[in-house]
């Protein structure tokens, strides 16, 4: 049997080579990041219109008249944001709902999460407290599943879910499924979700008064 000894075979880099490697893999690094970080620009632009433009949607939606309102976003204040997270959601926003002039309640705009990410909502509370409408502005539910909260299918009662929501009150609270909440078969992340995203937009209401 042979004894022979191997040895590795040392591989001599020429230093300018190890330079230009180097330098080339740096720019291609900086060619790659500039290029993300344009497509980002252009696309976080066009997410955000879209976004407002559901927003806007979404707040006609959840008011009594929407031909005669008007919309003023009002300065978050801590105990409203605060009111919010204890009630299970996050403030995103809130717009005092002006009809003909005088108070008409809010829409607050509430991020809850889901099944698959965070739901984003808005609810409608009338001068009374009492809910008028809840509209989805953004979800990432399952299709065919969660989706059926977002797009508002009926309860096996016939109800469409979002709806069961109307007349719902900060005494009410706190909306809870399997209780004063009922849920969609096999949709009960997804509806437990937007239950939360109403205590908190009613939690806030009570707060502003």
């Avoid at 040895?7 to 990041?33: G, Q, R, S």
């Avoid at 559901?54 to 204040?77: G, H, I, R, W």
């Avoid at 969660?146 to 096996?156: H, I, T």
Wanted: charged share 20%.
């Amino acid at each position: 049997m042979s004894n022979e000894v191997k040895t590795k075979e040392k591989v001599d880099m020429d230093p300018k080579y190890i330079i230009k490697l180097t330098v080339t893999l740096f720019l291609t690094c900086l060619v790659v990041a500039a290029a993300l970080g344009g497509v980002n620009a252009i696309t976080a632009d066009k997410i955000a219109a879209i976004n407002w433009e559901n927003t806007q949607k979404a707040m006609k939606e959840v008011v009594a008249d929407p031909d005669n309102t008007e919309f003023t976003e009002l300065e978050l204040t801590d105990d409203m944001t605060a009111a919010a997270s204890t009630a299970g959601g996050t403030l995103d926003s809130a717009y005092e709902v002006v009809v003909n002039g005088e108070n008409d309640g809010y829409a607050i705009k509430v991020v809850a999460s889901g099944s698959q990410g965070n739901i984003e909502m808005m609810v409608g509370v009338d001068g009374a407290g009492t809910v008028t409408g809840v509209s989805i502005v953004d979800n990432s539910e399952t299709a065919g599943i969660g989706s059926k909260v977002m797009d508002n299918e009926p309860l096996a009662s016939g109800v469409p879910v979002l709806e069961q929501f109307e007349g719902k009150s900060e005494a009410d609270m706190p909306l809870t499924v399997g209780s004063n909440v009922d849920a969609i078969s096999g949709a009960t992340v997804s509806t437990k979700g937007v239950t939360a995203g109403v205590n908190a937009a009613l939690a806030v209401a009570g707060v502003m008064g």
